[in-house]
């Protein structure tokens, strides 16, 4: 009776084992599974994770893009900008370049005016009232950046000169300005009026001349 009893409590201690045996195999099998899961899971995420570095590079390629398009257009709209206002600011001088160019006749008039004028004259009310007008007008020219070009000593320079004759005068190079038929004047580096001048040209030399050798007297 007592062998048959270990005989049964063997038994049963092999099908607990074959039980512990067969679960350990299935939590095996789980373990495999999940393993299988999670590394599937992962292959997954590494995919998503390449796709949306793939995305995030072309969002920085179209982002590098729109930056250039706008930095490009920024510097259009500034040279724009920049073109508009040089082209404004040359208006505006050549519109004040030609006003101040048609007061040049009337400070003409002005110094003939006075340059002829009798000396007995310059103490009378109104002819201070004249000088007092010039005074004022050459001071609006002056004030606008207009300047008188200098022809005294100075040789003649086409830029800034024009020559209504050319005379053989003594004492004076070739080139050199003789005087002054017309003041000229210039707006900074822009000319108003060139200054007509009287140019000096070289000297013809004098034929020299023969000196003959004395006559000889007639022999008889």
């Given at each position: ?101 048609r ?11 006075l ?53 053989e ?52």
């Amino acid at each position: 009776m007592a062998k048959r009893k270990e005989q049964m409590s063997d038994a049963e201690t092999v099908e607990e084992e074959i039980e512990a045996q067969a679960e350990v195999a299935e939590r095996a099998e789980e373990v495999v599974a999940e393993a299988v899961a999670v590394e599937e899971g992962l292959e997954e995420e590494r995919q998503d994770l390449e796709g949306l570095q793939e995305e995030l590079e072309k969002a920085k390629v179209q982002a590098a893009e729109y930056l250039e398009g706008w930095q490009r257009a920024q510097a259009e709209f500034s040279n724009y900008k920049k073109r508009q206002e040089a082209e404004r600011a040359g208006v505006i001088t050549r519109a004040n370049a030609t006003l101040l160019r048609r007061l040049l006749p009337v400070v003409d008039d002005f110094e003939r005016a006075l340059a002829t004028q009798p000396a007995s004259l310059n103490q009378l009310t109104w002819c201070e009232g004249i000088f007092l007008i010039k005074h004022k007008l050459n001071a609006i020219l002056e004030s606008e950046g207009v300047k008188p070009i200098k022809t005294e000593g100075q040789v003649f320079d086409p830029c800034y000169h024009e020559a209504v004759t050319y005379e053989e005068v003594a004492g004076y190079e070739e080139g050199q300005i003789i005087g002054e038929v017309q003041r000229g004047y210039i707006l900074g580096e822009r000319v108003l009026r060139p200054a007509l001048v009287r140019v000096a040209k070289a000297l013809e030399p004098q034929p020299e001349e023969d000196v003959g050798a004395p006559e000889s007297e007639d022999k008889e």
